[in-house]
Each structure stands twice: as C-alpha cells, then as structure tokens.
C-alpha cells in the first residue's frame, strides 16, 4: 500500500523536472538566437547614431552661411526622408 503514493510523487516529480528542463533549454535557445541576430544586424540606436553624425557633418559644412545652410538641411531632409526643423538662436 505505501508503493502506490510514492509512485504517483516520483511520476510527478519526473513531469515536474523533465517540462522545467524543456522551458530552460527554450529560454536559452531564445537567448542565444536573439544574442546571434544582434551580432549579425546591429541593433537601430547604431543606425541612428551612424545618421546624426553624416548630418551634422554635412551641417556644420554650410554653417556659417545661412543660405547655404538651408540648401543643406533641405537636401537632408529630402534624402534621408524625415521632417527637420531648424532654428537659430536669433
């Protein structure tokens, strides 16, 4: 009589291990596939940094003229596709 209890928990505390042992190897495969994809294709806060600094260069090219300047930011804005505003501090 005292087999049939301790047979039902050691079938339960195999289940109990064997679907905690499948959730962990799924948490780490979907770390390591995550970790894998940002080292191929960099995350987009690189993209955006990588696009600031052409901009400001191009920008601080045309600076001290103001005509020019204008030109510039309006071929930036066309070619990069975003809306830009700027403003001086007059």
């Given at each position: ?5 301790r047979r ?6 195999i289940?109990?291990v064997?679907?905690?042992?499948v959730?962990?190897t ?11 994809r ?10 955006f ?5 052409y901009?400001?260069?191009?920008v ?9 300047l ?10 990069l ?10």
């Open positions: 009589m005292t087999g049939a209890p039902g928990r050691i079938a339960l505390r289940w109990v064997t679907v905690a042992t959730l962990a799924g948490a780490a495969l979907a770390l390591v596939t995550t970790l894998a940002e080292r191929r294709h960099p995350p987009m806060h690189e993209l940094r990588d696009v600031a600094r901009a400001a260069g191009r601080a090219a045309r600076w001290p003229a103001a005509p020019a204008r030109d510039e930011v309006e071929a930036l804005a066309a070619e596709k975003l809306a830009v505003a700027l403003r001086g501090s007059d």
